[in-house]
């Protein structure tokens, strides 16, 4: 198969931890007998630093007219005080909105050899925790009306946080088709004793479930769930919620795996474009350095296979080649243990490519 991939390198560790999954992706070509192009345009401060603005039009363009997106990480301290118009962030959330990248799917997945990575007790993770964050990415706070003012001789800010019945719905979709291929439980997680926002999520969630009688249904008010990962994530099979509370809670179920370089995720659209990139950012106090750890961004290159391009075998086949190099004790220095092999960012590329045959 042909396919088109639009490729967002971005700032700090970005360069680096795309160019692994690259290398991932050309091997998977090689073996698997497919032609991926890559078209490379400039995001975040990379590009504020060229052309003055996060992403150009004809960037914009590339992302909207391909047949999916792998993003590195955008932003630093470089840009922290540029106008807020330009932020990289701007840039970031221009594109999900630009290809309506509605849902976010962040899969937490314990990896086994990493269990004692976490640095929470074996007790808690031990039984093993795969979870499914699916958060609404287009809509909710960040995209609400935002005002800087004065009033009564005094600076005041303030943040809008709306959502449509129907955007509501389509992500709440998205939750349950995704728990019934999974352990069939939704968890809707809301702050419905406070914000109206939450209860129109909560109703709609309601009638929803009634659709999907064989899928287990329940509501967690945010604070709750924050608790409840730490107490028992074994508990969460889906967990659906608005966007800033996504944003919130995936960082935190993160740490239940170990390490936040390890967790993929994938921005889907109604149709087949999507954009793949992991979790955490750009991380510059370590840029440079080929030390980061790129599997999240190989495994994110994996969900891009999967879910864009329906190639589930190829798919399968990073899974199981990132696997094989945990099982045979390769680490980055984020998740190195004693009696392990510390390897570079560069060498974990390497070790996965080559064990896709
Ligand atoms: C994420 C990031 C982004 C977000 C930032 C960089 C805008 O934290 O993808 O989780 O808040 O969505
Ligand atoms: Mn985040």
Redesign the pocket.
């Known amino acids: 198969m042909k396919k088109v991939i639009t490729v967002l390198k971005g700032d700090g560790i970005g360069p680096e931890i795309t160019n692994e999954a690259l290398k991932v992706l050309d091997k998977i070509c090689s073996v698997y007998n497919h032609e991926f192009t890559y078209k490379y345009v400039d995001i975040g401060g990379v590009s504020i630093d060229k052309y003055g603005v996060p992403i150009t039009d004809e960037g914009m363009e590339q992302c909207k007219n391909c047949d999916s997106v792998l993003l590195g990480a ?2 630093g301290p470089k840009w922290d005080y540029v106008d807020p118009s330009i932020r990289p ?1 701007k840039a ?2 221009a594109v999900r909105h630009e290809l309506g990248l509605f849902a976010n799917l962040r899969p937490t997945k314990l990896f086994t050899q990493l269990s004692n990575a976490s640095p929470l007790k074996e007790t808690i993770v031990g039984g093993g925790i795969d979870l499914l964050i699916v958060r609404e ?1 287009t809509g909710g706070i ?1 995209f609400g009306k935002r005002v800087t003012d004065t009033e009564n001789g005094e600076l005041f800010a303030s943040d809008e946080m709306k959502y449509s019945y129907s955007e509501i719905e389509r992500i709440g979709r998205v939750a349950f088709e995704s728990a019934k291929k999974r352990r069939g439980k939704v968890s809707s997680v809301d702050k419905a004793n406070v914000l109206d926002s939450s209860r129109l999520w909560r109703k709609v969630m309601h009638a929803l479930s009634e659709e999907y009688p064989d899928v287990e249904y329940e509501d967690v008010l945010v604070d709750n769930t924050a608790m409840q990962l730490i107490r028992n994530p074994g508990r969460f099979d889906v967990i659906v919620t608005e ?1 800033m509370f996504g ?1 919130i809670l ?2 935190e179920a993160s740490m239940l795996t170990g390490s936040i370089g390890m967790m993929p ?1 994938a921005s889907l659209s109604s149709g087949s474009l999507g954009m793949y ?1 992991p ?1 955490h ?1 750009s991380a510059p106090d370590i840029a440079g350095q080929d030390i980061a750890n790129p599997i999240g961004t190989i495994l994110s290159a994996a969900m891009m296979l999967r879910y864009s391009f329906d190639m589930a075998a190829e798919a399968d086949a990073i899974e199981n080649a990132v696997n094989e190099v945990l099982d045979l004790s390769y680490r980055t220095v984020d998740i190195m243990q004693e009696g392990k092999t510390q390897v570079k960012c560069s060498e974990m590329g390497t070790l996965v490519a080559d064990r896709i045959k």
């Open positions: 955008v932003g962030e970031l959330l990415l960040y966007n944003d995936s960082d995720s990139e979790i950012g």
